[in-house]
């Protein structure tokens, strides 16, 4: 039987730095371009991409076949802004979803209209420069709620059996106020967020069971790296964790953001 196409949780790194090759984003801009080394991107047909860059009240899923980029970025450099990347939409891919979730009592619909945030196209640019495998867009939804996004994760678990991957593109630690004093105060500070990160990766490793994501804002420094109500950059994890199925995840990626802010990533193949 031919082997299931991989779900895969990724640290984006903040707004076009990655791609720009700022220092503090380096590291995490090595590991995306490093993911070659993990997926065979010639065996891929499509890719399912849940983008914490987008909240919805219902799963929206992109349906268009060619789609522009949104730069939902502001302040930097003029080239970030002429970013491209050429990978096609996939209508009948995204029909297919939308049927799904509705399969699953899972409220869904399709936008053929709206660009690509930067949650798709900046790590994408680094994953697969080719842009050669189709993308469908996911929203995140609103309420945040665990259960709601390890649901749809199970719904896409289904898809990987044709060979088309999930990338959930969102941070591991995700405090946008933290992140701004980090960035004048780095080469001072020491990590804050050991506990949460073993937290995730004792999860994701299959020393806790996927469910205990479900009281991830119960655990020690939970609301610190994500808090209440901004923690749409760990939904993307929690699909991607829904679509692992039975399968134990491997840990691609650790690193230490500004010095201070212990990332992650996940593979489960």
Not at 205 to 229: M, N
Request: aromatic letters at 10%; hydrophobic letters at 40%.
């Amino acid at each position: 039987m031919e082997a299931y196409a991989p779900s895969l949780f990724i640290n984006h790194g903040g707004g076009p730095l990655p791609v720009l090759g700022e220092k503090h984003n380096i590291e995490i801009a090595h590991s995306l371009r490093n993911i070659s080394s993990f997926v065979d991107f010639k065996r891929i047909k499509a890719i399912i991409l849940v983008t914490a860059h987008r909240e919805e009240d219902i799963v929206t899923i992109s349906s268009g076949k060619n789609i522009d980029l949104i730069y939902d970025y502001s302040n930097f450099p003029p080239e970030s802004y002429e970013f491209k990347y050429a990978a096609v939409g996939d209508p009948i891919l995204a029909g297919r979803l939308h049927r799904a979730l509705k399969n699953a009592n899972i409220p869904s619909s399709l936008d053929e209209k709206r660009g690509w945030d930067h949650g798709v196209f900046i790590p994408m640019m680094l994953i697969n420069p080719k842009a050669d495998i189709p993308i469908v867009q996911v929203s995140v939804l609103k309420n945040q709620n665990a259960r709601d996004h390890f649901n749809v994760g199970k719904v896409l678990y289904e898809f990987r059996k044709e060979g088309i991957a999930i990338i959930g593109s969102g941070m591991s630690y995700h405090n946008m106020k933290e992140f701004k004093k980090a960035g004048q105060l780095y080469n001072d500070e020491v990590v804050v967020n050991e506990e949460f990160d073993k937290f995730l990766n004792d999860i994701c490793l299959g020393v806790l069971s996927p469910e205990a994501i479900f009281d991830w804002d119960k655990t020690p420094q939970g609301y610190e790296c994500h808090p209440l109500g901004e923690a749409d950059h760990l939904m993307p994890l929690i699909v991607c964790l829904g679509a692992a199925g039975n399968n134990t995840g491997k840990n691609i990626f650790s690193s230490v953001f500004y010095n201070k802010f212990k990332l992650c990533s996940f593979i489960w193949n």
